[in-house]
């Protein structure tokens, strides 16, 4: 049986080409832009990859973004996008170190945990496992960033394929 230490970055395989094979700029594998813009056109109508990154901690996020060069879809001439939601806490360091551990083109769209619909009073103290709860059941259809797209692969930072 494979092991996630099977997937540390030596003994995985970079194709350097690939990016030029998903057909994107340059200026689109480099972009800064923190919504789901036009750097993920063409990507309408197709499924995605979605992650919710609760802290900066990232190095199980960087596994398992390079685990998904084992999917069947990564030959793809453009493979699944990634999109990282966040807090809007990660440097722009830290947004490329997250991009490079993957050739799928990677956005990060914000979200805020902290936001309850109207006339919505939480009781207690809530608590991050509660809003990460609830970005998932809900917040995540509200979201603009995944209008585009038919089909969402929801992924958490532990999780690898093998």
């Not at 813009?37 to 900066?56: F, H, N, R």
């Not at 084992?70 to 699944?80: C, G, Q, R, V, W």
């Not at 619909?117 to 009781?123: D, I, K, V």
Request: proline share 7%; net charge negative; glycine share 6%.
């Amino acid at each position: 049986q494979g092991s996630v230490e099977n997937l540390a970055p030596s003994n995985l395989v970079e194709d350097a080409s690939l990016p030029n094979e998903l057909g994107l700029s340059p200026e689109e594998l480099d972009s800064d832009d923190e919504s789901s813009g036009d750097e993920l056109a063409g990507y309408d109508g197709g499924p995605c990859i979605a992650y919710l990154l609760m802290d900066t901690n990232m190095d199980k996020l960087k596994l398992s973004l390079r685990s998904l060069a084992l999917l069947s879809d990564n030959t793809d001439e453009k493979p699944a996008p990634i999109l990282i939601f966040n807090e809007g806490n990660l440097s722009d360091s830290q947004k490329e170190e997250i991009s490079d551990s993957t050739a799928r083109p990677v956005v990060f769209p914000e979200v805020n945990l902290n936001e309850y619909p109207t006339g919505f009073q939480p009781t207690g103290d809530p608590n991050k496992e509660h809003s990460k709860t609830r970005f998932w059941i809900s917040g995540i259809w509200n979201h603009p960033a995944i209008e585009r797209f038919t089909t969402v692969m929801r992924m958490e930072s532990d999780s690898c394929f093998h």
